[in-house]
């Protein structure tokens, strides 16, 4: 497999994936405002949208958008019960999750890397990231991770989380997800995705 990502965008979320799952692969570093590979090839000829991440199959099957990407993986690997099995209620929790977060949170801060927008514009975003964070945090009580266990939503929250320390986003109230964060950073899987994309 072969997974295109530029370091600390989404793209770290099935970087984490593939490293949990054991799944041997090649990473291809993507300089996202150029739309170059790191070789110089034209990033947009292997993706038309211009976004990270990129999932390329051993068949050569492609997939992108990471909500899918970390459950392709997640089936590959089924032994490693990084998802519940496809048709469960369980996993219909883990797409409501994977939703939840692609939907309401990522999105939400993307306004807030766009230097264009007002700095009153930009305090609407960070208010609804506050409050879905507090959401968040209510439903990891008594929890370790979101399901329960580990699963590939936990890598994507992860990712947010670090996004929300970027944007300088005060979380220290909720201390669910303060410990949450700290047991995901914890993991060696997810060390090795942050020191593999040069962030630790």
């Not at 041997?24 to 405002?33: A, I």
């Not at 170059?36 to 038309?48: I, Y």
């Not at 609407?124 to 399901?147: C, H, Q, S, T």
Request: aromatic content about 8%.
């Amino acid at each position: 497999m072969k997974l295109y990502y530029s370091p600390g965008a989404c793209s770290l979320s099935p970087h984490i994936a593939l490293l949990e799952a054991g799944i041997p692969h090649d990473t291809v570093k993507v300089d996202l405002k150029a739309k170059k590979l790191a070789d110089g090839g034209d990033f947009l000829k292997v993706n038309p949208k211009g976004q990270v991440p990129v999932l390329v199959l051993d068949d050569g099957e492609q997939l992108t958008e990471g909500p899918v990407i970390v459950q392709a993986i997640a089936d590959k690997a089924a032994d490693k019960k990084l998802a519940p099995p496809c048709g469960s209620m369980e996993r219909y929790h883990l797409q409501e999750w994977l939703n939840f977060l692609t939907s309401e949170l990522h999105k939400n801060f993307s306004p807030l890397f766009q230097p264009a927008l007002s700095d009153d514009a930009k305090g609407f975003f960070r208010d609804r990231l506050a409050g879905k964070f507090k959401y968040v945090d209510e439903k990891l009580a008594g929890k370790d991770y979101l399901m329960g266990t580990f699963s590939v939503a936990d890598g994507y929250l992860y990712v947010m989380l670090r996004w929300a320390d970027g944007m300088k986003l005060d979380l220290s109230a909720l201390k669910n997800l303060a410990a949450y964060k700290a047991r995901m950073a914890a993991r060696p899987k997810v060390q090795e995705a942050l020191k593999s994309e040069g962030l630790a």
